[in-house]
Each structure stands twice: as structure tokens, then as C-alpha cells.
């Protein structure tokens, strides 16, 4: 069998914690002080991925808070793919796959002599189990079967070549000596998770958690580190002090001023932009969202009043890339790309055509200087992370510049979980967050997970598990599209279907774009070798990188 080059995106979740109280720091990181033991094998390394505080202990791979030490060092899926590169994916639990000939059957050979965190033996019965299992019996598939300890079938009712990547890269595989018991995923906690990653849960306090190696991992002397501790932080300055400080040795976070981090030789810094971050607003009026912004004429003007240069340059100090509201990352994706003029969003703020927007659409401008209809001004509240410093500056600029224009925006932060339940929930009018990029020359993914209706629900009720339309966008003709773009190898039909997408978003807004964001990771190279690096870039490399995040901890080595 022969693994097919791969289409990819690596899920990732950013998220800041609460409040640094209490932290438990074992030992000192690097060049600071003392180790955990006399040999380096004993150090500890010390991660922020962006961890809630107190941190509870829930490591449920289905779970909106689940810990990130649960995706990629503890379950696995089959395959890993590369966001940062167009490479073919790499085995993890599964050696290679192959299509049928009309795509609608993947059978994947498995890896023998696999165990189970807790000793069990791993089969292609517990991959069957996990893909038969309620949140992933999806995509139209007909049957998940076993027909050998090393072989998964897996039948589909159409082609599944453009969601090869979901179904073999994002679905984590469970032990089904376990999850057979499991009746409500939706609630179940996993406090003590059994995987055949390399780590397995140690320990868990309010302020930090603990991962250890696993002596049941398939490789011989993998993990190299041994033990792994993820501090909750309440905020990016507070995780900046930290790193500075040399008491975090692996994260990814925004530093506007990075030489500051890594003057001292000990933290390195590497910048890949990819993911877009955009204005999350609840658009669909049918499914129950409320507020100004359900008003597509609203949306445009607030898109055309944005200053993104000055975003840019103020809040991510130059070190965000230019967006496209068709949400292709360009260059990259320029063959996909329909309309040359969608290339890249205004990036200087245009408050007459904004006017001209919602005077077109019936709104009249009042004697105070701002828009409204029928008596009832426009006012948008607009709510960022608390902490998320990048983030709250924009979202202050978007609210000025959108004064400028007579729209009146309300910027306020929040913490965290009050963010992650209202846009699960739909129940807010705009919020600053980010949009998961995809990991190959390919926007399929974004498409299907963020702006069809299949991946949204009823305001009130969360978005289904693995997706992301936060927007409650459903519009048939994106609908259409992206099913006919998933059920081919056809690269013309393809751009035909996209066609049809952009000209839909880019009109309708239901995310608003602003910038692609900087994604900054900083990492002890004093201390620890075998990191991703501009010159190998094996895996996408912050901490927070779902699936990823496990792939480089299986490559790292303490410095001897």
C-alpha cells in the first residue's frame, strides 16, 4: 500500500488562563538553577499551552476544555500531518491507507504490538470502536470494521478524498475497553486517560498538571524527556515574565517585543504565521442570533471601516501577515483563489463607503454622529479574552475606527470560559478571535468546518463537537459547494465549488477578516534539542498545537 499525499490542518484551540496563584514550579528551567534530579534525563520541562486556572482536570478528547497534554502526548489519531509543510503524513498508530477507486472506502494498515497506556492491547477493533463511536460516525459513513487486528475499513456513502485529513489526522482513537462504558461523552471528565501517546497523567492541582512518560509507548527510549508540567498563567504578560524569567521553556504567545525574551541565549523564538483572526459575529437571525450585526449591510460597513494597517502595526507590531476575505492564505493558496480582488482585505478604513453601505440599506445617520434604523441606534459590543493583550488592543482600535464611520462598538474583555460559552453558544453580537488554518494549499477544511451548516447549531444550543461555525452561518449555496468540493480528486471541479464559496463570504462577512496572525513560539534551546526550526520544520511548533504538540515532544532530547 501506498499513503496518498495528504490533504491536512492541525486543530488547534489558543486559550489563556485565570490567575498564576499557587503555581507548583518543580525545578528551575534553563540556566536558571536546580533540576529536578542530578541527571539531565531528569529535568522538567516546563510548558504554557494556555491553561484556565484552576485548572480541572478533563482530558476528554471531545471536551471544549480539555486539556491540551490530551491531544497529541496522550490519544493519537492515525496520521500525522504537517501544517508547515506539503509533505506525505507521517505514521503514528497507522503504517500506510489506500483508496478504493472511487474513494468512498480508506483501508488503513495498523501498527503491530501496540499497547495501551494501562498494558491492553491496541487492535484495529478499538480504531473501528472510535470511528463507530456517536461524535465520529460522521461524513456519511456506512461502517467501521475490523476484519483483522491490523486492518481498519473504513465505507463511506461518497468520495472522502478532500476530508482525508479529518477522518485519518483529527480523529482521536480511543481504547474501547474504556469508552465501551462511556454512555454521555459530552460529560465524561477522562481523569484519567488511557492513550498509546507518550505521556500518561501524573498529577493535577488547581495551578498546574503533570504528564510522565509512557512505559508502554511503542518506541524504545521515547520519550527522551521524562516529565512535563503545563502551568496554568491568568495572562500573555504574566507567561512573558515567566519565560523571561526562565521558568517556562515551551510556549506559543504574542511578545511584542521578543529580543527582550531571547537576548539571554537561552529561549529561541521562530514566527509562522497561518491562522486568520478575524471578528466572529452571530450573522443568522433564523437560527436565533440577535443584534445589529445579523444585518449583512451592517457587517460590510463595519468590514470597510476597519484600519487593518493600523491594527497591524499597533496591536501586533508588524508582525501579522495580510488576509484575504476569501480566507485563502496568500501566497499559498493562490490557485485556488477565484477573484484576484478578494486577494487580500482594505487595509486602509473607508468610513464614506461604509456610509454608503448603510445609508443604501435604510439607516440614517443621527445628531450624535452614529447610524440607525426605525428609531433604534446601531450598538455592537465587541469582547475579547482578558489577557489577551493583542487581542484586546484591536478589538479598542476596531471600536474607535468604527466610531469614525458612525457605527458604535463596544469593546470589553472577558475571561475565558464566559468567551468559550458565548460563541459555543451564539449567544453574543462580535467577538475578536481566530479562525484554525488549514495545513495544506487548501481551504476545504476552513470551509466545511467554519461556514456550513452542518457545522452549526441553534443559538442556545453548542456547535457540534469538531467543528467551528460559531457564526451560525448556513447558506445552501456554500452548503452545495463544499459537498461537491469533498466528494472529489477533480482539481477543476474543485475550484469551480470554491468559486462558488468565496463570492458567497466574501458578500455575506459572517466573519469579519483582519489579519493573519503571528504565531510566535518560544522554546529553551539551552536545555532541550530536537525542536521544529526554520531549517527543519517537521511540525507546526507551539505548545497549544493539537496533535503536533505530542509529534515534537516524541523529538525532543535534554541537553546532556
Not at 484556565?52 to 482536570?57: D, F, V, W
Not at 496572525?517 to 511540525?539: H, I, R, V
Amino acid at each position: 500500500m501506498m499513503i496518498r499525499n495528504a490533504k491536512r490542518r492541525a486543530a488547534l484551540l489558543a486559550v489563556a488562563g485565570a490567575a498564576i496563584l499557587g503555581i507548583g514550579l518543580s525545578g528551575c528551567a534553563g540556566g536558571g538553577g536546580g533540576n529536578d534530579s542530578s541527571s539531565s534525563e531528569g529535568r522538567t520541562l516546563r510548558v504554557w499551552a494556555g491553561s484556565q486556572t484552576p485548572i480541572e482536570a478533563n482530558f476528554n478528547p471531545f471536551s471544549p476544555s480539555v486539556l491540551h497534554a490530551a491531544l497529541g502526548p496522550i490519544y493519537e489519531p492515525l496520521f500525522f500531518y504537517n501544517k508547515t509543510a506539503d509533505d506525505a503524513p507521517a505514521p503514528m498508530l497507522g503504517e500506510s491507507f489506500e483508496y478504493n477507486e472511487d474513494g468512498t472506502v480508506i483501508t488503513v494498515k495498523l501498527k503491530d504490538g501496540v499497547k495501551w497506556s494501562d498494558g491492553e492491547d491496541f487492535s484495529a477493533a478499538d480504531a473501528a470502536f472510535t470511528f463507530n463511536y456517536e461524535p465520529n460516525h460522521r461524513d456519511g459513513l456506512v461502517s467501521a470494521e475490523a476484519p483483522d487486528d491490523t486492518t481498519l475499513v473504513l465505507t463511506y456513502s461518497s468520495p472522502q478524498y478532500t476530508n482525508e485529513f479529518q477522518i485519518l489526522g483529527t480523529t482521536w482513537i480511543l481504547p474501547e475497553h474504556i469508552w465501551k462504558d462511556v454512555k454521555d461523552y459530552s460529560t465524561f471528565t477522562d481523569e484519567d486517560p488511557v492513550g498509546t501517546g507518550p505521556y500518561v497523567v501524573d498529577k493535577v492541582t488547581d495551578a498546574s498538571y503533570t504528564v510522565v512518560a509512557n512505559e508502554n509507548f511503542r518506541d524504545k527510549g521515547v520519550p527522551a524527556i521524562k516529565k512535563v508540567q503545563y502551568i496554568g498563567i491568568d495572562a500573555n504578560q504574566s507567561a512573558q515574565d515567566l519565560l523571561t524569567a526562565g521558568k517556562l521553556d515551551w510556549t506559543g504567545m504574542f511578545v511584542p517585543n521578543p529580543d527582550s525574551v531571547t537576548d539571554k541565549g537561552i529561549i529561541s523564538m521562530i514566527n509562522t504565521p497561518q491562522d486568520p483572526t478575524v471578528l466572529y459575529t452571530c450573522s443568522n437571525a433564523d437560527l436565533g442570533c440577535t443584534g445589529p450585526q445579523t444585518d449583512v449591510a451592517v457587517r460590510q460597513a463595519l468590514n470597510v471601516a476597519i484600519d487593518r494597517g493600523t491594527i497591524k502595526e499597533k496591536a501586533f507590531v508588524g508582525l501579522t501577515g495580510d488576509i484575504s476575505p476569501a480566507v485563502t492564505l496568500m501566497p499559498r493558496d493562490a490557485k485556488w483563489l477565484a477573484d484576484p480582488a478578494n486577494e487580500t482585505s482594505p487595509q486602509s478604513p473607508d468610513a464614506a463607503a461604509a456610509g454608503e453601505i448603510l445609508e443604501a440599506a435604510g439607516y440614517t445617520k443621527g445628531g450624535d454622529g452614529f447610524y440607525g434604523k426605525d428609531g433604534a441606534p446601531i450598538e455592537l459590543s465587541l469582547i475579547s479574552v482578558d489577557g489577551w493583550t493583542d487581542y484586546n488592543d484591536a478589538a479598542k482600535l476596531i471600536a474607535e475606527e468604527a466610531a469614525e464611520a458612525g457605527i458604535k462598538v463596544t469593546a470589553s474583555t472577558v475571561q475565558w470560559q464566559e468567551f468559550s460559552d458565548a460563541r459555543q453558544t451564539g449567544q453574543y453580537q462580535l467577538i475578536m478571535g481566530g479562525v484554525i488554518g488549514t495545513s495544506v494549499a487548501d481551504p476545504f477544511q476552513i470551509y466545511k468546518d467554519w461556514f456550513t451548516g452542518e457545522s452549526t447549531s441553534q443559538v442556545g444550543q453548542e456547535v457540534p463537537t469538531g467543528r467551528w461555525n460559531f457564526s451560525r452561518y448556513d447558506n445552501p449555496v456554500v452548503n452545495e459547494a463544499v459537498a461537491a468540493a469533498a466528494a472529489t480528486n477533480d482539481e477543476a471541479v474543485k475550484k469551480e465549488a470554491y468559486a462558488k464559496v468565496q463570492t458567497e463570504i466574501v458578500r455575506d462577512l459572517p466573519y469579519i477578516p483582519l489579519v493573519i496572525n503571528a504565531t510566535q513560539t518560544f522554546y529553551n534551546s539551552k536545555d532541550f534539542t530536537g525542536w521544529p526550526t526554520e531549517d527543519d520544520l517537521y511540525a507546526f511548533p507551539p505548545a497549544w498545537g493539537s496533535v503536533a504538540a505530542g509529534y515534537i515532544l516524541q523529538h525532543l532530547e535534554p541537553v546532556k
